[in-house]
């Protein structure tokens, strides 16, 4: 969460709360129980890399709007304390500390514009669509994080997925033929490697497209601010029996 407000804005909002918390009425109140029940609830499970964008969803109801207030009210309580020493003192030390919490926002925030992730993926899944010949079924492979490609086809294309790991698939090989599932019917790597070897099926070379995005570098510890190429090598083959 401090990645997103940034230390200074949550520094404010600490010390926000506590003054809120001092001086608690019903309005204070139910705003500290919205806020720090989203937080406890996140930070003892977050089940998600902070530093990805869809993870917001987890503070945009109250967590963020929350802190942002808190960082506001502490501003201001600052600055009335030292304003009962002097006046000026007041006055400038709350405008240094609202130019520190929005300067900081503001630098971290420059980052992010000149990334825009994924971008050009829309054209490159066309492509794949486009040269996939029309079948009944298509059987994708779906290696660790990348399943969001199954469903891309799916429901953007309207193909009929079966997402599927080789293992697996040779497993159910016999039972897919008997259903009739392999009658007409795509294989897809998505990591540029070559089909599973499988006796009495055969995979029929028909699309080979690499696909390079840029993204945000995936990390766990700071902000992201570098970018990197996501690579994605689509090899679809058509399936029949030997």
Do not use: C, Q
């Not at 009425?25 to 996140?42: H, N």
């Not at 000026?88 to 919490?101: C, K, Q, R, S, Y």
């Not at 825009?116 to 660790?144: K, L, Q, S």
């Not at 690499?210 to 399936?239: A, D, G, Q, W």
């Amino acid at each position: 969460m401090v990645w997103f407000v940034t230390p200074p804005v949550a520094a404010l909002a600490l010390v926000g709360l506590l003054l809120a918390a001092y001086k608690i009425d019903a309005g204070r109140a139910i705003l500290l129980l919205a806020v720090l029940s989203f937080g406890f609830l996140y930070t003892i499970i977050p089940n998600v890399a902070p530093d990805l964008p869809w993870a917001t969803r987890r503070f945009v109801p109250a967590v963020l709007p929350g802190v942002a207030l808190l960082a506001g009210h502490g501003v201001v309580e600052i600055g009335r304390f030292l304003g009962r020493i002097s006046p000026n003192a007041g006055a400038g030390f709350t405008a240094v500390l609202a130019i520190v919490a929005l300067g900081y926002t503001a630098n971290l925030a420059l980052y992010l514009p000149e990334t825009r992730e994924y971008a050009g993926a829309i054209e490159a899944f066309e492509r794949v669509e486009e040269e996939m010949p029309e079948t009944e079924v298509v059987f994708m492979e779906m290696p660790e994080g990348f399943d969001f490609t199954a469903s891309t086809f799916e429901y953007v294309y309207g193909r009929s997925v079966l997402p599927y790991d080789r293992d697996l698939f040779r497993e159910d090989r016999d039972a897919l033929r008997a259903a009739g599932l392999l009658d007409d019917a795509l294989y897809v790597t998505t990591d540029g490697g070559p089909p599973p070897l499988i006796s009495n099926l055969n995979f029929e070379s028909v699309v080979v497209e690499k696909l390079e995005l840029p993204r945000l570098v995936p990390v766990e510890t700071f902000f992201p601010t570098k970018t990197e190429k996501f690579e994605m090598t689509y090899r679809v083959y058509r399936l029949s029996d030997r």
